[in-house]
């Protein structure tokens, strides 16, 4: 029992203090905002440190490798598990999506006055604009730029540059590589320092989002926020599970869902992959996957493997399908309705109200007019909380999934031995 307590207690703690955020903002409503401050500072804090953190574990993790065949392995284990767990999340929310319908018997002409012109075809789709979004969404043009949140996948792309170079240098760059490992341990200390504050901070930044949304949730919406919770369901309690015990057995279920609560909770509270990283570094490892794929893979998957948005993106395209009278019956539709939601999950931000890039895409693909992204801007935030508990938490399974790839069953025993 003492080993229970002690393994959940700051979980418990955090699930606590959000439930009673949570409860203050149905009291309050809207005059909960008065607590706004006090989790912007926790977001504020988390989001600070964020970007020296991500730059420091992943340089560090990949300049001390001492093969860059390991380096190699990781990456191409990293990218096969991300394709296939995202395109599973695509097909499957397809399939729940189309058997549930949310815009079925639904009268959208309200919605509809909101669009004052009519979407263009499909087939005008300009590609040359998707791939010059994709260019953008990795690199910026100027040093400072990746210097910042907003630009996370330019900074981790700069971080894997300058670890690859110092592990290419050799014995040169030694005082380099010794520098960013001290480095990352201290931005690990900082986090450690800031997440004593997490049980306040979350619990004032949850009574502001539930006093702020209200009963927001209404008509097609409603039946939307359902079919996507039955995803979440079935994919959290369900998915996950089959992932952990291919990656390490029943022992290796345990391990997943004895650390999972703490990264589940800090991803529904903040609504941010990005302000996840931290507990999900640290959960990872208390599974048992090694550190230099637990800093490679977590950061990265926080910003390009997201399957909660996968489902979002799917929802979002059935959603206008059904509002503008389109077709879904054909499997050539299905297709491009997973590829495009594929590339949703991956563009959209890691931060909180991050998926305009994502709506963006959708819109730009389909050829629709501008004036439906608030349409699909509500569709976010109506399921920005699981959507992220889906994103966030999937990334320490993932990270299990890699080390068993990379490592084989050499993993699991000296993890589980």
Known sequence: MKLVLKDYLFSIILLASVLIGGAVGVVLGPEAAVLKPLGDLFLNLLFMIIVPMVFFSIASAIASMGEMSRLGKIMGSTILVFFVTALIAAVFGLGVALLMNPTEGINYATLQNVVQSEQSS???TN?????GQLVQTFTVSDFPLA????HILPLIVLAALTGLATALVGEAAKPVAAFLAAATQVMMKVVQLIMYYAPIGLGAYFANVVGELGTQILQGYLKTFITYLV???IYYFGFFTLYAYIAAGKKGVKAFWRNALAPSVTAIATCSSAASIPINLVSAKAIGVPKDMVETVIPLGANIHKDGSVFGGVLKIVFLFGLFGMDMSSFSTWMGIVGVSFLVGAVM????????IGEMLIISVYGFSPEVLPIIAVISTIIDAPATLLNST?????SMLIARLVEGKKWLTKTYA
């Open 122 to 124: 499909p087939a005008k």
């Open 127 to 131: 590609q040359a604009g998707i791939l």
């Open 147 to 150: 210097l910042s949140k907003s």
């Open 231 to 233: 995803l979440t369901v």
């Open 349 to 356: 931000g890691a931060i909180p109200g991050g998926g305009m």
């Open 394 to 398: 999937g990334n320490v399974v993932c």
